[in-house]
């Protein structure tokens, strides 16, 4: 299982919360294991089994149909909405890495979702561009390179229909957010683009301290 540092809450709350969320199944227990296994540290970017559950609940809340997702990593968060969509469903998944998704397609395929996903490996950034500029995305979930949140988000507000979400992860990124000095990159980037979404009048935003922070942004 992902764990994150929660300075905010105490870890026995935390994990109360957590036994007291549904939990992986068999499946989604292989994959969490497995991403741990062979990815080593790196494991730490998979999504909670907890923050898993927030994702799909949210995407059978609003009836998604299309979902783009900006970072899939081993495939857990894209499992997550797959199985949440109707069988003519559609989730874009934009990722870099072949090596990772390679993990994910496996578990796709095992699940019988892989017909809903279509993985677009590239920068993410040029997939969305080149994505038509009509609003008809339900749900977007951004889990990338920290730096590049606000251009990701800038693409895909215009392509997200009203009463759509927008979710983002990391936003209290282990609670530096709120160390005045954020003198790393990523800290700073992170900041911003909350501060960004909060004076931004097309959405309605909240952010929600779930693990690492979980941002959730409504078209208005």
Not at 12 to 21: E, I, K, L
Not at 143 to 155: I, L, Q
Request: aromatic letters at 6%.
């Amino acid at each position: 299982m992902a764990t994150v540092n929660q300075p905010w809450l105490d870890p026995a709350v935390a994990s109360y919360a957590v036994t007291h969320s549904t939990p992986p199944d068999e499946l989604q227990r292989r994959l969490i294991s497995e991403t741990a296994e062979r990815l080593g540290r790196a494991s730490g970017m998979q999504i909670s089994p907890d923050e898993g559950v927030l994702l799909g609940l949210l995407a059978r809340l609003i009836g998604a149909r299309r979902i783009i997702e900006v970072g899939t990593f081993t495939g857990y968060s894209s499992l997550c909405f797959a199985r949440a969509l109707p069988d003519d469903g559609r989730l874009i998944c934009c990722d870099v890495s072949e090596e990772w998704t390679a993990i994910a397609r496996r578990y796709w395929d095992e699940a019988g979702v892989a017909d809903k996903i279509d993985l677009r490996i590239g920068p993410a950034i040029d997939t969305l561009r080149a994505l038509p500029a009509t609003a008809d995305v339900d749900l977007a979930f951004i889990d990338a390179d920290k730096s590049n949140y606000a251009a990701y988000f800038g693409e895909l507000v215009p392509r997200v229909r009203a009463g759509g979400l927008i979710l983002t992860d990391n936003t209290l990124w282990s609670g530096r957010v709120v160390d005045p000095d954020r003198s790393d990159a990523d800290t700073a980037a992170i900041a911003d683009y909350n501060e960004a979404l909060l004076r931004d009048e097309r959405v309605e935003v909240v952010l929600l301290t779930i693990r690492d922070g979980v941002t959730v942004a409504r078209k208005r």
